[in-house]
């Protein structure tokens, strides 16, 4: 069942989509070659508690760490490590989220790690520009598959692939809520969109459309090929004036591309 936010609610996560953009901002600012991902999931835990909220991925379902710290064909889940630097040409995709007041709010950017190929440019420029078309698509009585759609399609004209085995989903009150998000298929499916409802839309993008694998650890999600992946995330609530990016810093509502 879809819980809908009240107003209250949506106040509450604006606020922690706000804090949370902060954090990821400055942890992207941090990213250089040779900086071991541990650092990063230290940096995020500091300020999240420093802000009286708490990390929603620490402890979840047995989850280490405060952070998703994946590099390159790693598409998600990644668990950060002081034996694990990025580098040169890397692209590193960091995925977060927090819980104060009693709402969670969850978002996901990949970086280039200096200089980087034309490739990943590609990868990085569609991956990003997909998680916008799909949040276009948050309008009061769109079906939830144009959500789906309007990111698969894309992305697929452009040359990639989407990961099929991991998908956006609710949130609010948990983590994950109703409903599920696929990042493919046709439009015009799915329940109707109603203001209250709320998004965390999370296209990968690979460059292989290759299955994915889940590493020795049972977390650590990569790609078929080993081939580049990125990860982008925001949280988006409906609201009677249209879909509100909580996760965008400030207070500005995005609805369309950046």
């Known amino acids: 069942m879809i819980s809908l936010k009240s107003q209250a609610e949506i106040e509450i996560m604006h606020a922690n989509g706000r804090l949370l953009s902060r954090i990821l901002t400055a942890l992207c600012d941090e990213v250089r070659p040779g900086?071991?991902?541990a650092h990063f999931d230290r940096?995020?835990?500091e300020m999240i508690r420093g802000n009286g909220a708490v990390p929603s991925f620490k402890g979840y379902?047995?989850?280490p760490a405060t952070i998703n710290a994946s590099i390159n064909d790693e598409v998600v889940h990644g668990i950060p490590s002081a034996d694990r630097r990025v580098a040169e040409g890397d692209l590193f995709s960091i995925d977060i989220g927090l819980v104060r007041d009693g709402l969670h709010v969850d978002m996901a950017t990949t970086v280039a790690v200096g200089d980087v190929g034309e490739e990943a440019l590609r990868l990085l420029e569609v991956g990003k520009s997909s998680l916008w078309r799909g949040i276009k698509q948050v309008k009061i009585g769109n079906r939830l598959s144009d959500i789906s759609h309007a990111i698969g399609s894309f992305v697929e004209a452009e040359g990639f692939h989407v990961v099929k085995e991991y998908v956006?989903?609710?949130i609010g009150?948990?983590?994950h809520e109703d409903p599920q998000i696929p990042n493919f298929g046709p439009p015009g499916h799915g329940v109707r969109l109603t203001p209250g409802m709320a998004f965390a839309i999370e296209p990968?993008?690979?460059?292989d459309p290759l299955p994915t694998r889940v590493l020795?650890?049972?977390?650590t999600v990569v790609t078929g090929s080993g081939g580049l992946s990125v990860h982008f995330e925001h949280t988006v609530v409906l609201t009677d004036d249209g879909a509100l990016v909580v996760t965008v810093g400030g207070d500005?509502?995005?609805s369309g591309d950046e």
């Open 35 to 37: 900086r071991d991902t």
């Open 43 to 45: 940096m995020a835990e």
């Open 61 to 63: 379902h047995g989850y």
């Open 168 to 170: 956006g989903h609710g």
């Open 173 to 175: 009150t948990a983590l």
């Open 204 to 207: 990968m993008v690979k460059v």
């Open 216 to 219: 020795d650890d049972e977390w």
């Open 252 to 254: 500005e509502r995005r």
